[in-house]
């Protein structure tokens, strides 16, 4: 018997990834071009078929898991892998969620006369063709196609190698929905193979992929950050950070630590460094340290801190280096600094943060607005929690990703960061003198 | 007697553009934070010296011209790079015009209520370090600066080596301008050297340069293309086109398709192929032909055009080769290729086009409309000459360059494509749940 994940690709690997993507390509203009009530029904057949197919779903799924399981993959990720009645319902949900999303596509912004006699405006139009890398959860397969399908993109998708039987079932039902609608199959393609290198193919062929989305830990981002020659929408890590002013409200400073630190503890919009006004730090400190005692965090702490926290019988407590700074726990472990105001607090921010999110607890409108100007990330927030900083809890109605880069799309990224807009001009026999 | 043209950059190239380019980053952020009136002072300063000190910026110019003169530089490339006292007068004139453009920066848009209670909006930001990389006009040193400055970013110049002095005498009015507005000197840099690896270091800085705007021809862009780690906006060519439907005002057609091609000959958006529907070849194509005939513009012709222009008696003619369908002539060269109708024309473009410009003279809606959506380039014109995709045509204020490509800015870039959006967030305490 065959290995049922063994995939179908050919010996030449980067020929075959190479008319993947091209077909990919020539698929794009059909989609640019569709309407929306067409896509649209392609979603929602989608969703029907994920519903009425969940049983080999399931099934295909569960080879997964087995051999993911004899191959000794964690908890963790075995977590991640796994589908179930539940996350089948909510893939159909999510993708019917995007149906009734707007379409961006074609909408026509900001039309002006200019004195020669033009009127100028802008179109908003798809990017062509997304690449998308991600890891073991399958999810991404559906969620993922139908972003792409409703902002009128074709999709490479590159699921992780422990996920391919279902990830190959879910390719099928894209394809089906696609067809069912009269779009092409080929706008979204899934290469099928666990051979590692396909990654390097895909990342290297900017004239059939016009954006790279990669969904997964920080060796895959930066292995890609070395090789992509195709640009990308992406974040390496989330060094987030709390700044609590002198003039904080310190129940809202309170609510907010706590909330930034502990909901989740391995989100990139998690708090890992919690900054602090020295003229504050004798009052909130002692709260705050309570709470993260009673929540087992380990506290990472200034010699101002670790002061402070130990006359408050709060232990026991760790001194902070450098490196702490830097780091994204992604774990039960807060990094803590005195700083003597708003000032040295962008400055610790803009130095070591990653420019993903940070907020300020302050009732000071100009500190406020300072900080609001000033820290250089994608997301800044006055009295609000980091956790805030993702596409649904902004209206995006969903996240194909976050990006902490400055060109392009910033934040978390929706529909609108998988498009762009050309210039449109309307004349009457214009022209130049 | 040393060569006034000598650089005084030391010996380890490398690192002196990396420790320019450090300081450029370390003084963004005073840039990004100043308020409009002090970068407007600062532009104001900056206009004030060039016309005060015009006698020494025709003296440093001068050496210039006569070294190229000595070097054998072509009459073109002199021309490009000879200050007068009018272009001198223009530059002034810019910079003042910038000063008076809005400020871009700080502006929150689209803030909305969300159903936790936070109001999420964007605030539009410098994107902190531009490099700009151009060859021989002087006059960009004076440009891309105050552009730079008005849209709160700092600066890497690197000029041409045969505009050295001019540059460097540019440069320092710069930097005094910006010691005048108390802004810091380190702002706006230059690369004073003529050593052609200074380029190879500069665009390999991601973490002091946020994006290069290169000024230069095809082998220019081609090298940064393959070399460049930071990201670039960019155009390598513009192959435009102007399509004639059926249904085209026969005058409109003419005019437009005249004033694309002949009103000048070397710059990116003239048009390089004449694409016209079969139905009204015979009618219009003769017209053209003797407006072409009489500009000596040589024509390059599928066989229909060929015959039409043939049995007109138009001519000498050329046939035209698959290589002509790719060709920017940049010269009074036009190919002409006749096409079915409207399917046919978008799929040459598509398929043979830059994605600079192209524009339909039709007086058919729906066949405009499609026109617009599925040509995809970044600037599509209904029935006016592809020569207005310019920056002041679209009421940019200025244009810093010109990108085929699709993520961030696309089309002609203005001071709006020198920033970004970030996320901005207004709380009241909230926590997610």
Redesign the interface.
């Known amino acids: 018997m065959t290995d049922p994940a063994a995939s179908t690709v050919p010996a030449d690997l980067g020929a075959h990834v190479r008319d993947l993507c091209k077909a990919a390509r020539e698929a794009s203009?059909a989609l640019?071009?569709a309407p929306t009530a067409v896509k649209d029904r392609c979603l929602r057949a989608l969703a029907a078929a994920i519903r009425q197919r969940s049983a080999e779903l399931l099934d295909a799924n569960a080879r997964d898991v087995e051999r993911a399981r004899r191959e000794g993959l964690d908890r963790a990720a075995l977590d991640r892998l796994m589908l179930t009645p539940k996350t089948i319902e909510s893939m159909a949900t999510g993708v019917e969620q995007v149906a009734q999303l707007a379409d961006p596509i074609?909408a026509i912004d900001g039309v002006?006369s200019?004195p020669?006699g033009?009127r100028?405006g802008r179109?908003r139009?798809p990017?062509?063709v997304i690449g998308i890398i991600y890891e073991s959860r399958p999810n991404v397969t559906v969620d993922a196609a139908a972003l792409c399908i409703k902002s009128g993109n074709a999709t490479v998708l590159r699921g992780g190698s422990e996920a391919i039987e279902s990830n190959r079932a879910l390719a099928h039902l894209v394809a089906d929905a696609l067809e069912q609608a009269q779009l092409p199959r080929a706008a979204v393609q899934m290469i099928d193979t666990t051979d590692r290198a396909a990654v390097g193919h895909l990342i290297t062929l900017p004239e059939y992929i016009?954006?790279i989305v990669p969904r997964g830990g920080r060796s895959l981002i930066e292995r890609l950050m070395r090789e992509s020659r195709v640009?990308m929408i992406k974040h390496l890590d989330g060094v987030c950070h709390v700044y609590i002013d002198d003039s904080a409200?310190l129940?809202?400073a309170v609510?907010?630590a706590?909330?930034?630190k502990t909901?989740r503890y391995g989100t990139c919009n998690t708090m890992e460094t919690l900054l602090v006004a020295a003229g504050i730090a004798p009052t909130v400190l002692p709260r705050l340290g309570s709470v993260y005692a009673a929540k087992q965090v380990e506290l990472r702490c200034c010699p101002q801190a670790l002061a402070i926290l130990s006359i408050a019988g709060i232990g026991p407590l760790v001194a902070a280096t450098e490196d702490d700074w830097r780091a994204e726990y992604l774990a039960p472990i807060l990094s803590i600094r005195v700083v003597a105001g708003l000032d040295e607090a962008i400055a610790h921010i803009?130095t070591y943060g990653s420019r993903h999110t940070d907020?300020i607890v302050t009732t000071d409108h100009p500190r406020a607005m300072r900080f609001?100007?000033?820290v250089?990330?994608?997301?800044?927030?006055?009295?609000?929690?980091t956790?805030?900083?993702d596409g649904f809890?902004?209206?995006l109605g969903a996240e194909i990703g976050i990006s902490n880069d400055?060109?392009?799309a910033?934040?978390?990224v929706g529909l609108e960061g998988l498009t762009?807009?050309?210039?449109?001009?309307?004349?009457?026999?214009?022209?130049?003198i």
Chains 1, 2 share one sequence.
């Open positions: 203009a640019a071009r074609g002006r200019m020669s033009i100028v179109m139009v990017l062509g016009d954006v640009p409200d129940d809202q609510r907010i706590d909330n930034a909901q803009n907020a609001l100007r000033e250089d990330s994608a997301s800044v927030m006055i009295n609000a929690s956790r805030f900083a809890e902004y209206g400055k060109l392009h910033r934040g978390p762009s807009q050309k210039f449109v001009v309307f004349g009457n026999g214009e022209v130049r």
